[in-house]
């Protein structure tokens, strides 16, 4: 069996698409253009190059992006400040603080301090909340475009049993809370999961959200199942002609192994990655809606 590829990279332009048009009759119908504050504290490389394509993008679907980029020694009143400005700004309709903070700040303390209805990364603890007792909330980005994609390959999830390796509170614990939602049967294992192996072995689906580069070997997954990865693990790749050294990105899967056996897959990168923007967009589109009293996207969210 060879794996049919979960293309993110196409689907995630997909989805943007539909934010975009979602957006052009929300100005052409109510008058309204969701707008969405991202907050950088410091001069974290990999946090700027991630801020500058989150702000191309939201411009993109023609929504209003605002950008604040505050120094390194910030202090944690100053950040409470911005914050609680953009909470009374009725133009914006999302709020996200880029992770991770610098190290004086209490990044619990500013993440519970945004409005939970413009907590776009869906990380504020009245949004944990209300996902894991089934109501309504802010989803986080990288769990819904898991189950956006999971959707459009399945249809219904409903009955079929599903593992995610991974516990954390980002990525982890929402993602086992939306399949189980979709009435999936669900398992979270984790490092002190006892046979690992025979565990993934039972899944229908499996979610790889761990962070250790391709842990999960093909002989750990069921015939036709789909795996989700979710890891960007970044590691070495031998030497150039000239000696400099040389990189690859893989995930938490052993791709080739993994893709003989699946039925589905998502590859690394061009999977997971870059739902994770589309699906901040989809959420800052629902909580204008949501903020307006208007029918929320169909398909965008969970």
Same mark, same amino acid.
């Given at each position: 069996?060879?794996?049919?590829?979960?293309?993110?990279?196409?689907?995630?332009?997909?989805?943007r698409?539909?934010?975009?048009?979602?957006?052009a009759?929300l100005?052409?119908?109510?008058g309204?253009?969701?707008?969405?504050? @991202?907050? /950088?504290?410091?001069?974290?490389?990999?946090?700027?190059?991630?801020?500058?394509?989150?702000?191309?993008?939201?411009?993109?679907?023609?929504?209003n992006?605002?950008?604040?980029?505050?120094?390194v #020694?910030t202090?944690?009143?100053?950040?409470?400040?911005?914050?609680?400005?953009?909470?009374a =700004?009725?133009?914006?309709?999302?709020? /996200? @603080?880029?992770?991770?903070?610098? =190290? %004086?700040?209490?990044?619990?303390?500013?993440?519970?301090?945004? #409005?939970?209805?413009?907590?776009? =990364?869906?990380f %504020?603890?009245s949004?944990?909340?209300?996902?894991?007792?089934?109501?309504?909330?802010?989803?986080?980005?990288?769990?819904?475009g898991?189950?956006?994609?999971?959707r459009? %390959?399945?249809?219904?999830?409903?009955?079929?049993?599903? @593992?995610?390796?991974?516990?954390?509170?980002?990525?982890?614990?929402p993602?086992?809370?939306?399949?189980?939602?979709?009435?999936?049967?669900?398992?979270?294992?984790?490092?002190?999961?006892? &046979?690992?192996?025979?565990?993934v072995?039972?899944?229908d689906?499996?979610?790889?959200?761990?962070?250790?580069?391709?842990?999960?070997?093909?002989?750990?997954?069921?015939?036709?199942?789909?795996?989700? &990865?979710?890891?960007?693990?970044?590691?070495?790749?031998?030497?150039? =002609?000239d000696?400099?050294?040389k990189t690859?990105?893989?995930?938490d899967?052993?791709?080739?192994?993994?893709?003989?056996?699946?039925?589905?897959?998502?590859?690394?990168?061009?999977?997971v990655g870059?739902?994770?923007?589309?699906?901040?967009?989809?959420?800052?589109?629902?909580?204008?809606?949501?903020?307006?009293?208007?029918?929320e996207?169909?398909g965008?969210?969970a």
């Open positions: 069996m060879t794996a049919t590829v979960i293309d993110g990279k196409a689907f995630a332009a997909k989805v698409g539909q934010v975009g048009e979602h957006v009759r100005k052409e119908v109510n309204i253009t969701p707008g969405l504050a @991202v907050v /950088l504290v410091g001069e974290d490389p990999a946090s700027q190059v991630y801020v500058r394509s989150k702000g191309k993008m939201t411009v993109e679907v023609g929504m992006s605002y950008e604040h980029k505050l120094d #020694d202090t944690e009143e100053a950040l409470l400040k911005v914050i609680a400005d953009l909470n =700004d009725p133009a914006v309709h999302g709020i /996200l @603080v880029q992770l991770p903070l610098p =190290d %004086h700040l209490d990044s619990d303390l500013v993440i519970n301090s945004i #409005d939970p209805a413009k907590d776009v =990364d869906g %504020h603890i949004n944990v909340g209300l996902l894991g007792t089934g109501q309504k909330s802010m989803v986080p980005c990288t769990p819904l898991c189950l956006m994609m999971l459009e %390959h399945h249809g219904s999830l409903s009955g079929l049993n599903a @593992v995610v390796i991974g516990r954390s509170n980002i990525v982890g614990k993602m086992a809370q939306l399949l189980l939602n979709d009435s999936c049967t669900v398992t979270i294992a984790h490092s002190r999961t006892k &046979d690992l192996a025979g565990t072995k039972q899944a689906i499996v979610v790889a959200a761990v962070g250790r580069p391709e842990m999960v070997p093909g002989d750990w997954i069921k015939e036709g199942a789909t795996v989700i &990865d979710v890891g960007i693990n970044r590691i070495d790749a031998g030497l150039t =002609d000696g400099t050294p690859r990105l893989v995930g899967a052993d791709y080739e192994s993994c893709a003989a056996v699946a039925g589905a897959i998502t590859p690394v990168p061009g999977g870059p739902m994770t923007i589309a699906c901040l967009l989809a959420n800052t589109v629902t909580a204008c809606c949501r903020a307006n009293g208007l029918a996207p169909e965008l969210t």
